[in-house]
């Protein structure tokens, strides 16, 4: 890094995409750094579940989704990334955040009939 100053080494450069945002900068070790800020898209809704469901919020998965939060409002669920095969329990009222693209289907069933808060951020 003969070339960039100690200011210049410091300072924040922002990347611009498509739709999208990311800022990387270089830290005192000289370590480039980034972090992607989900700031495109936010949707949101109470689903139902008992029987293996998908978890999105309307007929298809948010476009560019970059994480999904879920949260059962009303007792436990199980989550996985095959139908049929949710294992992963997510108790009342625990909060899971889960860095997963449009790409990958997200399923959950319930012990009983439960609301959970699903939301996709993009």
Same mark, same amino acid.
């Given at each position: 890094?003969?070339? %960039?100053?100690?200011?210049? +080494? &410091? &300072?924040t450069v922002q990347i611009v995409g498509e739709s999208e945002a990311n800022i990387a900068k270089v830290n005192a070790l000289q370590e480039l750094q980034t972090a992607? =800020?989900?700031? +495109?898209?936010? =949707?949101? @809704? @109470?689903?139902t579940v008992q029987s293996s469901v998908e978890l999105k919020v309307g007929a298809t998965r948010l476009p560019h989704r970059k994480s999904i939060l879920i949260v059962p409002l009303n007792g436990k669920i199980e989550v996985?990334? @095959?139908?049929g095969t949710e294992s992963l329990l997510v108790q009342k009222n625990q909060q899971v955040i889960l860095p %997963?693209?449009? &790409? %990958?289907p997200i399923y959950a069933k319930g012990t009983s009939l439960v609301n959970v808060y699903v939301a996709e951020l993009s």
């Open positions: 890094m003969g070339d %960039i100053s100690r200011k210049g +080494a &410091s &300072s992607e =800020v989900s700031n +495109a898209s936010a =949707v949101d @809704t @109470t689903l996985g990334f @095959t139908q %997963i693209g449009d &790409s %990958i």
